[in-house]
């Protein structure tokens, strides 16, 4: 069993910010600050995990097909199989203190409480699953808070996580007597503090570990996902070289943003184009996904010759799923299998004080009263 990935104890199941609690609710300023991060189940036992794939499942804006087919491949083809599948993967991340990513979360969150002071309220919630949404902001109207910075915790924007997350947190505000204002933090893809974190977070990696290689396995998306954020209807995915720069057609493009990130790490850390590659994991389902696929190019760099990689995800801030168990096990696997000698998983930026850091530089850029 994996011990721990995580750098402080959990101190309570549910708040990250049990320590700071008796002061803040003598000193409210009316401001909070609410981190949402997509979520996990609350164990990983069969039935939580169908639990949370069935509320993570049924959101329009991830399967997003008419209601009634929905509800039959979810009901038909995914939750009689895949829970018991995705259980067996979940028990080899998860730590002693509970899953990686709230943990991570947790400690995230009580960093940069520390970092603002009692002048600002930081809840943590998770877009499924527990904390949940409604929790956090309950809590915050707890302590009087009114005034609420929504801060995203996705680099890149797609409709499936920042899109399902600004419209819960927005159905959730208004279904209260007393609306909270709100402030969202956008997409932070190439913001100068987070490229800055994440370099020096994979430069610890790359100093260490042999590679001829740094794979940058995104999470993928349906193709449909990206035309549909194309207002224009005739760039996204229309021509090979369409995400090479950003533009009005494609800026709220994921594939685009994801190759921008990329681009700015790259220079940042001083690497060649002939040192990197871009993929895409996480497939599902019989529809075209973006790519090139991550199972794809890591047998396709093996036969090429390369030996040694680091592979790392920056459309995630904190290990999870599917960079623990999908990348460091089985795509480990899969790269021994064909014949690779090593493939390192670099650490996503979890609860780093340098990510703390930055994620307060960045909340301060765009929500005007912090």
């Known amino acids: 069993m994996v011990k721990s990935f995580a750098s402080e104890p959990r101190r309570t199941p549910y708040s990250a910010l049990a320590a700071t609690d008796a002061m803040l609710s003598r000193m409210s300023s009316g401001k909070g600050l609410l981190l949402v991060n997509l979520g996990s189940p609350q164990s990983p036992e069969v039935a939580d995990v169908r639990r949370f794939l069935?509320?993570?499942?049924?959101?329009?804006?991830?399967?997003?097909?008419?209601?009634?087919?929905?509800?039959?491949?979810?009901?038909?083809?995914?939750?009689?199989?895949?829970?018991?599948?995705?259980?067996?993967?979940?028990?080899?991340?998860w730590t002693d203190e509970g899953s990686p990513l709230i943990v991570y979360g947790e400690n995230l969150a009580r960093k940069v409480q520390q970092r603002l002071?009692?002048?600002?309220?930081?809840?943590?919630?998770?877009?499924?699953?527990?904390?949940?949404?409604?929790?956090?902001?309950?809590?915050?109207?707890?302590?009087?808070?009114?005034?609420?910075?929504?801060?995203?915790?996705?680099?890149?924007?797609?409709?499936?996580?920042?899109?399902?997350?600004?419209?819960?947190?927005?159905?959730?505000?208004?279904?209260?007597?007393?609306?909270?204002?709100?402030?969202?933090?956008?997409?932070?893809?190439?913001?100068?503090?987070?490229?800055?974190?994440?370099?020096?977070?994979?430069?610890?990696?790359?100093?260490?570990?042999?590679?001829?290689?740094?794979?940058?396995?995104?999470?993928?998306?349906?193709?449909?996902h990206c035309r549909k954020s194309d207002a224009s209807g005739s760039h996204c995915l229309e021509k090979e070289d369409c995400c090479a720069a950003m533009g009005k057609d494609n800026r709220n493009c994921y594939r685009a943003q994801c190759f921008r990130t990329t681009e700015q790490l790259a220079e940042s850390l001083g690497l060649s184009q002939e040192q990197f590659v871009v993929c895409f994991q996480s497939r599902f389902g019989r529809d075209p996904w973006i790519g090139p696929h991550t199972e794809d190019l890591l047998d396709k760099l093996v036969d090429d010759g390369v030996e040694d990689a680091v592979i790392l995800s920056p459309a995630f801030v904190a290990d999870c799923l599917e960079t623990v168990e999908e990348l460091g096990i089985r795509g480990k696997e899969q790269w021994l299998a064909k014949g690779g000698t090593s493939l390192t998983l670099a650490p996503c930026l979890n609860d780093g004080d340098n990510w703390a850091d930055a994620l307060v530089a960045i909340a301060r850029k765009h929500l005007t009263w912090l």
């Open 54 to 93: 069935r509320e993570f499942l049924s959101d329009p804006r991830v399967i997003d097909i008419p209601g009634w087919k929905r509800w039959l491949i979810l009901n038909l083809f995914i939750l009689p199989f895949r829970p018991k599948k995705s259980a067996h993967a979940y028990r080899q991340i």
């Open 117 to 224: 002071g009692a002048e600002v309220t930081v809840e943590l919630a998770m877009r499924y699953g527990e904390p949940s949404i409604a929790t956090a902001l309950d809590r915050l109207a707890e302590k009087g808070i009114d005034q609420i910075g929504v801060f995203p915790l996705y680099p890149q924007y797609s409709s499936s996580t920042t899109g399902s997350t600004i419209e819960a947190v927005c159905k959730e505000a208004t279904q209260r007597w007393n609306t909270p204002f709100l402030q969202i933090v956008p997409p932070f893809y190439d913001d100068p503090d987070f490229i800055e974190a994440l370099a020096g977070r994979l430069k610890a990696t790359l100093d260490v570990a042999k590679h001829q290689r740094v794979i940058f396995s995104y999470h993928g998306l349906p193709e449909r």
